[in-house]
């Protein structure tokens, strides 16, 4: 018996069978549902955080909304990270580049708000302008590196994967 099962691994092995990777659609479909998600929480964080902001009067109640918004933000991210990794790597050309860049980007962005979270939370409360000032760099610091992760599907590399982008149902919306 254990000699019938080596061919069959080479056969399996030789046929594609050996994590040869996603089909395109197929992975593109699976970023567009762990992304779009994750686009919604982030809007509905921000104008959550917008609306808390209007009525925060003082430094406390500022920082205390801007760190549920950062958290949330920070988790969502994660959790779609998490799930552009599970949808593996798109049997293209360049596919398990392409997959890590996807990932890494995630991460990226939720280091991010980590980071500006960690500043914020941070931040000495006594001096208003002091405070505001603090957190109006460390914005500008999280959009900047939110900039840099560079998590766009239409600048992909591979004309294959733009189209299909382009073409699963789930990316639609998107």
Same mark, same amino acid.
């Given at each position: 018996?254990?000699?019938?099962?080596?061919?069959?691994?080479?056969?399996?092995?030789?046929?594609?069978?050996?994590? /040869?990777?996603?089909?395109?659609? /197929?992975?593109?479909?699976?970023?567009?549902?762990?992304? /779009?998600?994750?686009?919604?929480?982030?809007?509905?964080?921000?104008?959550?955080?917008?609306?808390?902001?209007?009525?925060?009067?003082?430094?406390?109640?500022?920082?205390?909304?801007?760190?549920?918004?950062?958290?949330?933000?920070?988790?969502?991210?994660?959790?779609?990270?998490?799930?552009?990794?599970?949808?593996?790597?798109?049997?293209?050309?360049?596919?398990?580049?392409?997959?890590?860049?996807?990932?890494?980007?995630?991460?990226?962005?939720?280091?991010?708000?980590?980071?500006?979270?960690?500043?914020?939370?941070?931040?000495?409360?006594?001096?208003?302008? /002091?405070?505001?000032?603090?957190?109006?760099?460390?914005?500008?610091?999280?959009?900047?590196?939110?900039?840099?992760?560079?998590?766009?599907?239409?600048?992909?590399?591979?004309?294959?994967?733009?189209?299909?982008?382009?073409?699963?149902?789930?990316?639609?919306?998107?």
């Amino acid at each position: 018996m254990r000699r019938a099962l080596v061919p069959i691994l080479v056969i399996l092995l030789a046929a594609g069978c050996g994590g /040869t990777g996603v089909p395109p659609l /197929t992975w593109a479909g699976s970023v567009c549902e762990a992304l /779009t998600p994750w686009r919604d929480q982030i809007n509905g964080l921000n104008a959550q955080a917008a609306q808390e902001m209007s009525a925060a009067k003082t430094p406390r109640q500022t920082r205390d909304n801007l760190l549920r918004l950062l958290a949330g933000a920070r988790q969502a991210s994660e959790r779609a990270r998490a799930k552009v990794a599970a949808a593996g790597v798109p049997a293209v050309g360049g596919g398990k580049t392409i997959a890590d860049r996807f990932v890494a980007s995630l991460a990226g962005v939720r280091d991010a708000y980590g980071r500006a979270h960690d500043t914020i939370q941070g931040l000495p409360l006594g001096t208003a302008k /002091t405070f505001y000032d603090a957190v109006a760099a460390a914005i500008a610091n999280l959009n900047k590196e939110y900039a840099q992760a560079g998590l766009d599907t239409g600048r992909l590399a591979s004309a294959e994967l733009r189209k299909d982008f382009n073409e699963a149902p789930a990316c639609a919306s998107g």
